[in-house]
């Protein structure tokens, strides 16, 4: 497809390109800030025959009484301070994925762009700190429309950053954000995401197929329905060779309250009796098939394996390698 316009990206490629003449040294110092001395968000390994490349879109701060909102505080700021957490702050990071597996190259997620967080929208440049094309990105899977995930769809254009790629997301998920007056139905801390999801969902050149569970993506890349944290939530499973990893999305979002308190929610779990039981039908399933999984919330890379303990969960990181 032929864009009309230059995108925010062709711009931004346009910028490196040109000397970087009109910047004095005191304001590239200030632009680069603390990133500079950073390693670049990106972590690469393989499952079977596909490669996979965790690419960071940042990190995220929400108040740290969102967690465990069904559960006694005082327990809730017990667990936080035995696990060496921020009693105020809860931090967490934002991992995505692209899986190279045959001519697929399957991204899933498109971050917040620069809407929704100043330390997070760095998918982008990390993506091409990884050495990935933009224009290589063939397929888009979108797990759910919260705004962490996908107010990065468009530029400032409001195109579609990925204009050649197909996207899919759960046909409920798509169906329930868009509804005509949603906005209007829902409480008053949700509206604005509502019109994110809206805004996000009607970008231009965006080509969005809506599915259902069960559905593959391609060979080896199947979508399943995962809800609760939104009514729609998918996630994404990958088998190669006979191993497996799920895409969590959101289905946990913090390695240690989720995995050792399975039954406690946040207040951003949408349908807390859904999260819950759908959290613990994937973590026995990896645990049961030692399945590996990938949560987009848990610490860079956000790669490990579930182990059962009693009746709870302990997330095992994998072991980061050269
Ligand atoms: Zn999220």
Excluded: C
Aim: charged fraction near 20%; charge should be negative; glycine fraction near 10%.
């Amino acid at each position: 497809m032929t864009r009309l316009k230059p995108s925010r990206r062709d711009i931004l490629k346009m910028t490196a390109a040109a000397p970087a003449l009109t910047l004095s040294a005191t304001q590239s110092f200030a632009l680069g800030g603390p990133q500079g001395g950073q390693a670049p968000g990106y972590f690469r390994f393989t499952l079977g025959e596909a490669k996979l490349t965790v690419i960071s879109d940042g990190n995220l701060s929400l108040a740290a009484s969102t967690a465990g909102i069904n559960a006694d505080p005082a327990e809730v700021k017990a667990f936080m301070i035995r696990h060496f957490m921020d009693t105020e702050t809860l931090k967490s990071h934002t991992n995505h994925v692209v899986i190279e597996l045959g001519d697929a190259v399957v991204l899933v997620d498109v971050g917040s762009g620069n809407r929704f967080a100043d330390s997070a929208g760095r998918m982008l440049e990390n993506l091409e700190a990884a050495g990935i094309d933009y224009d290589s990105i063939t397929h888009v899977v979108l797990t759910h429309a919260h705004p962490d995930h996908i107010w990065g769809i468009r530029d400032d254009f409001d195109e579609a950053i990925f204009p050649e790629a197909q996207y899919f997301m759960g046909a409920f998920e798509h169906d329930w954000w868009t509804t005509p007056d949603r906005v209007n139905m829902v409480s008053e801390g949700l509206q604005q995401l509502v019109a994110g999801a809206v805004n996000s969902l009607g970008a231009d050149y965006l080509q969005l197929n809506t599915v259902e569970d069960g559905f593959e993506v391609v060979p080896g890349m199947t979508m399943i329905s995962t809800p609760g944290h939104t009514l729609g939530h998918m996630s994404l499973h990958i088998e190669s060779n006979g191993e497996q990893l799920i895409v969590l999305g959101d289905v946990a979002r913090n390695a240690y309250i989720d995995f050792e308190r399975p039954e406690w929610v946040g207040s951003p779990d949408m349908d807390p009796e859904q999260t819950v039981a759908t959290r613990k039908r994937i973590l026995d399933m990896a645990a049961a098939d030692r399945i590996a999984v990938l949560g987009y919330h848990f610490p860079f890379p956000g790669v490990g394996q579930v182990m059962r303990e009693g009746e709870a969960y302990r997330y095992v990181p994998a072991l980061w390698h050269w």
